[in-house]
């Protein structure tokens, strides 16, 4: 599979799940105009039909990019995710075609941490159910089963970007701060790590996940983990949902162990806005039901919408692949009145002799040369005299290993 440098106008961009106007404004700064923008996903008919076309398709967490999908996107370059989680590409399949994956790792953090405090909050004061039954027509004026949040114990499981600014925000008020990661990490403030998540269950009063989706954390929590929480205890997922078992913890809350629960991720969420939200979890007026939204406010998906967009613009400029989640990350200089080679290939030994062979039987002088592996596959990128480009071009093609070649004037 190949590419010449095409024209700006004729890169195509699909831009889906409405990723924010930012992203949009960023791409035509840079000079891509061809974008296609959706403000929904798409079932996987319809956008394995889209996707032929497309050379960059940006998502969120909806858009399931599967090898089916992958095997129909001949022409994509890159893939975008406006947001931090990359669970719903198939990263493999992307990787084997040469397809480099972005994403967003830190802009909705601060908006997920914000959430999750407000919950712990409002749960601790059973203010969710005294909400629903207010709203009823119901006035429960009464102080039982209702806390500050102050001295209380929290329990955070994945003390990565967003469980490390929980964290602070909860000591800024008073809570007392226990982790459990599978990583050793540096504690921030004064929260302490604990070896395993029996021990942080069996003391906290607020647990809270922030696990990446992975096979490890699918339904990492279920009826065994429910069972070694504190009695009135509350459980918080912003995270993935195939982490929690629902069922369970629709039983923890029917039981009465918990005292409540906030969850803003599921199992099976809907595909757009006009779909029925089904759950086991609706009939639970203490648990906090949010249509996953942890991410979901203007000043990060505004952050967001910039970031991947000028991710995916310096990829198609130059080939840089900086914080790539999938490909070996290259930082890139200009190359002017150069042409820039950017070969992809299989990591295996022989591959970078036959591609310089490639230069020096054939007089094509090198005028710079970077080089980066990660796992299975190569990344090289040579600068060449506009001369040779197409030449170079047409013989790099040719070397066993190639996965990808694209040349950019
Ligand atoms: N609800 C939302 O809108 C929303 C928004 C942003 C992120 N998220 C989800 O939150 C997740 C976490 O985000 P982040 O930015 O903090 O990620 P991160 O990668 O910075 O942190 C994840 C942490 O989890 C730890 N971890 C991994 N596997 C574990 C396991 N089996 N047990 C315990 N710890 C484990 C990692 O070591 C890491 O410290 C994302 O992967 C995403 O799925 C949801
Ligand atoms: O992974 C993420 O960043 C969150 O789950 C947010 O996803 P979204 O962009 O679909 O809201």
């Not at 070694?228 to 162990?257: C, F, Y």
């Not at 639970?284 to 919408?305: K, R, V, Y």
């Not at 150069?338 to 490639?358: D, F």
């Not at 592996?373 to 040719?398: F, P, R, S, W």
Request: charged share 20%; net charge negative.
């Amino acid at each position: 599979m190949s590419n010449t440098s095409l024209e700006k106008s004729k890169i195509r961009i699909l831009l889906l799940e409405g990723v924010h106007q930012s992203a949009v404004d960023t791409l035509n700064a840079a000079g891509y105009t061809n974008i296609e923008y959706l403000t929904h996903s798409l079932a996987e008919e319809d956008l394995i039909e889209k996707i032929a076309d497309a050379h960059f398709v940006g998502i969120r967490s909806r858009t399931q990019l599967t090898e089916k999908v992958f095997e129909s996107a001949r022409k994509l370059v890159a893939v975008g995710c406006f947001c931090i989680g990359t669970n719903q590409v198939d990263l493999k399949a992307a990787t084997r075609r040469g397809i480099a994956v972005f994403n967003a790792p830190f802009s909705n953090t601060r908006s997920v941490a914000e959430l999750v405090l407000a919950q712990a909050i409002l749960l601790l004061r059973g203010i969710p159910e005294k909400n629903a039954k207010a709203h009823r027509g119901e006035w429960i004026k009464s102080a039982k089963d209702s806390y500050e949040i102050r001295g209380k114990k929290l329990g955070i499981i994945g003390y990565g970007n967003i469980g490390t600014q929980f964290s602070v925000l909860a000591e800024a008020l008073g809570m007392e701060v226990y982790f459990y990661d599978v990583v050793s990490k540096l504690p921030i403030g004064n929260a302490t790590q604990v070896g395993t998540m029996q021990e942080l269950l069996n003391m906290a009063d607020v647990v809270s996940l922030h696990v990446p989706e992975t096979p490890a954390t699918k339904y990492m929590f279920k009826a065994e983990q429910f069972a070694q929480m504190k009695p009135g205890s509350i459980l918080m997922n912003a995270s993935r949902g195939t982490v929690v078992d629902i069922d369970a913890l629709a039983e923890a809350l029917g039981s009465g162990k918990l005292l409540g629960a906030a969850v803003d991720v599921f199992p099976v969420e809907p595909k757009s806005n006009n779909e029925e939200f089904v759950s086991p979890l609706r009939e639970f007026d203490n648990c906090i039901l949010t249509p996953h939204i942890g991410g979901s406010t203007m000043e990060a998906q505004e952050n967001i919408g910039r970031e991947v967009a000028e991710k995916l613009a310096m990829y198609s400029d130059n080939g840089t692949s900086v914080s790539s989640v999938n490909f070996p990350e290259v930082a890139l200089p200009s190359h002017p009145n150069q042409h820039r080679l950017l070969h992809i290939h299989e990591n295996v030994p022989g591959v970078m002799s036959e591609i310089n062979q490639v230069f020096s039987e054939n007089g094509i002088n090198v005028c710079g040369q970077y080089l980066q592996t990660k796992e299975d596959i190569g990344y090289v990128v040579v600068d060449v005299d506009k001369a040779y480009g197409e030449l170079a071009l047409e013989k790099l093609l040719q070397v066993k290993g190639t996965i990808r070649c694209r040349v950019l004037f």
